[in-house]
């Protein structure tokens, strides 16, 4: 099921037109409804990827939800004259969940992360929300889909945050998402590490000022040859204004 709302067109993503508290409140009724949704959180990174990769466009398309996480998102789509309301990052729209998924005594399984630390942050997790009941944890270096479906659907969870890294946690919840047996699924990137306390997330001036992705640079240099992707999505939202 697709979200309501007309989509806006970036490169050929079309993200969702909501703010932070409009996605939450849709994943709520996304987490209600029946069947299995998922949810992806692409930035400029990942439409680069998606522009270059058919399958994982037609992944990122397909989901319920897609939520421009990064500045440039926000940036591309008001140069190309159809404005977003707001960035909703992964992080943000995950931690609303949370709490939601904490009042109800709903349970969440989190998949990917290098080995014990999604024991890590499930345990943090649990301090954090209280009420909120973790169905299973699996770290995301595994070889076959099956066994790690079959988990996720023998621990009955409403819900499971895939942090494999894109594209490969979007094609993941794109082939796998139904059979798992939850009804909603977050592809959120990096945020296991978050949430396990093994990265920390810029600090909220960086954010407010829309350069979340210049802090984790300075703290991850390795992410540079990445981020190169950033300035050439710029080029391509440029070109493509033109053509209108
Ligand atoms: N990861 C994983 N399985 C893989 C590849 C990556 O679980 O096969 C994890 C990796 O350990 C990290 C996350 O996926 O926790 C990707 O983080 P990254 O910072 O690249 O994601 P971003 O938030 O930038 O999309």
């Not at 969870?157 to 490969?168: Q, R, W």
């Not at 919840?173 to 997330?201: I, P, Q, Y």
Request: glycine share 12%.
């Amino acid at each position: 099921m697709r979200g309501d709302t007309v989509r806006v067109d970036v490169l050929g993503v079309g993200f969702d037109n909501l703010t932070l508290s409009e996605a939450a409140e849709r994943g709520l009724e996304l987490l209600h409804a029946g069947g299995a949704h998922y949810v992806v959180t692409p930035n400029p990174e990942i439409v680069e990827v998606c522009r270059e990769n058919p399958a994982a466009r037609e992944a990122v398309n397909s989901a319920a939800l897609v939520l421009p996480d990064g500045i440039g998102v926000i940036k591309g789509a008001a140069m190309l004259g159809t404005p977003l309301k707001e960035r909703v990052p992964g992080i943000e729209f995950a931690a609303r969940m949370l709490e939601k998924m904490a009042e109800e005594g709903l349970s969440l399984y989190l998949l990917g992360a290098k080995p014990g630390v999604a024991e890590m942050a499930a345990e943090r997790l649990r301090e954090r929300y209280p009420g909120l009941r973790i169905a299973g944890v699996h770290d995301g270096y595994f070889q076959e889909d099956g066994p790690v479906v079959q988990d996720i659907r023998r621990c009955g969870a409403d819900a499971v945050f895939v942090c494999l890294g894109a594209p490969k946690q979007e094609l993941w919840m794109a082939k796998n998402g139904s059979a798992t047996g939850a009804r909603l699924l977050c592809g959120l990137g990096g945020s296991m590490d978050v949430f396990a306390g093994e990265v920390k997330r810029a600090p909220k001036f960086w954010c407010d000022h829309g350069l979340e992705w210049f802090y984790r640079l300075c703290s991850d240099p390795r992410r540079l040859g990445r981020m190169m992707k950033l300035p050439l999505f710029l080029v391509h939202v440029w070109q493509e204004g033109r053509k209108k």
